[in-house]
């Protein structure tokens, strides 16, 4: 899966722990108009936000980290 980040560093899958998967219903994507996921993951004492799109591939990994 491609990730794209505000900062141009790339978040992999295997950078991190996954904690929580959820789909978001009230958005859609933006190039194929399917309901976005967004998956939380921990690394490094942090937690990192994924969003993307199950069906394109496509995902974008906010930069800012906040606590859950």
Known sequence: ??????NNNSFNDE???LVEEQEITGFK??????????RVYFKDDNFSRRIS???CKY??????????
Do not use: H, Y
């Open 15 to 17: 950078d991190g722990i």
């Open 53 to 55: 799109c199950p069906n």
């Open 59 to 68: 995902s974008i990994t906010p930069s800012e980290r906040k606590p859950l």
């Open 1 to 6: 899966m491609n990730s794209i980040n505000e």
């Open 29 to 38: 994507c933006g190039v194929c108009g399917a309901n976005l996921k967004v």
